[in-house]
């Protein structure tokens, strides 16, 4: 475990942590005015490897060598220039900081970090992190990386756990949850702020996993497997995107305490793992396939569906007693990928620079009033 502290004069600014993967939805924005939960679970830590925040330049600034040179094989509006390897972190974890108020400029319903580090140490007011609340952002705090220093402390992290215990005892993501909006009124219902929509974790996986289904498919058709929710988060979207006419890719669902994939699977949507960020890896026969990363609990539930059971639980409630809560709703609109996440790793694929796949991102905003993306 570790605990940050202030490079300047030392103090600490965290309670102790354990590192886990950057989730894929750490820099998502999601809708307009829609309060979104803390990114972070309390007592971890993620590093992001590349740049993100201000200052920022734009694409004519960067130029496609330098872009290249730091993953980017297309164009994008802008790249961050900042120092890379930010610490988030949970806000309630933070500790001996204090807020800058000249730094809270340029928010809508809370902060952003847009002038960048809004936090500074308490003890020596060296600025060290920027506190992210506004809406359609998930609740954060970005160590600024040049600013702190890691120091282990007593009590070693958990090792992470196998695949066969994380398929076995993983929590998954539920595809549905509340959407609230900012300032939303007791009740229920769109008019009141509150309903029931795609879980935004699910969408940002989505995005991801996308991104690189294209870039599997060579320019053919895909076909996902199984049917049911697979099907329904993917398969609108590569029939739309990819050219009918042609012999199919197979992407099956495969990962710990699945089957083993047939030979002739080409894609393989697989679990990352939450500790590590390590990408399951399967074997023979299909080990030559491409392999497409989900988070654990998004990949979790399509693997094994948590359904709603009507009926006595057993083990879990007294015999006898009947689950009277009904099911989540389900969302009033067809599933749509993430398009900033989509974006976001399409463009750092060096497949990306196919003309077909670089037309994608050229009509990008076309897809999304499609309702694609």
Known sequence: MFVFVCAGCGAELTVPLSRVALPVHAHQKYGNGLQLPVLMEPGTFAVDPEPWG???????????????????????????????????????????????????????????????????????????????????????????????????????????????????????????????????????????????????????????????????????????????????VFQRALDALLPSGLPSRRAVLAGPRRPVPDADADILLVPTHPQTGETWTPTDPAAAAYPVPLPFGVWRWLAFPEPHLPFPASGGMPAGVLRDDPPAPRPGRLFRADPGVFERTLVRLPGVRSPWLRGILENLTEHMRAGLL
């Open 54 to 232: 201000p200052p920022w330049r734009t694409w004519e600034e960067i130029g496609p060598d330098e872009a290249a040179a730091r993953g980017v094989h297309a164009p994008v509006h802008a790249l961050s220039d900042a120092v890379p390897g930010a610490v988030v972190i949970a806000p309630g974890d933070a500790r001996g900081t204090r807020l800058v108020p000249q730094k809270g400029g340029g928010y809508c319903c809370g902060l952003d970090g847009g002038e960048g580090p809004n936090m500074a140490c308490e003890a020596c007011g060296l600025p060290v992190a920027s506190r992210i609340d506004d809406c359609s952002l998930w609740q954060a705090v970005w160590l600024a990386p040049d600013a702190v220093r890691r120091l282990p402390v007593d009590g070693a992290d958990a090792a992470a756990l196998s695949w066969e215990k994380l398929a076995a005892e993983g929590k998954g993501t539920p595809p549905f949850e509340p959407i609230v909006r900012w300032g939303a009124r007791p009740g229920a219902g769109p008019q009141a702020g509150r309903w029931w929509g795609w879980s935004p974790q699910w969408e940002a996986a989505a995005g991801q996993a996308l991104a690189h289904l294209l870039v599997a498919s060579e320019g053919r058709p895909v076909a996902v497997a199984p049917d049911g929710l697979v099907a329904e």
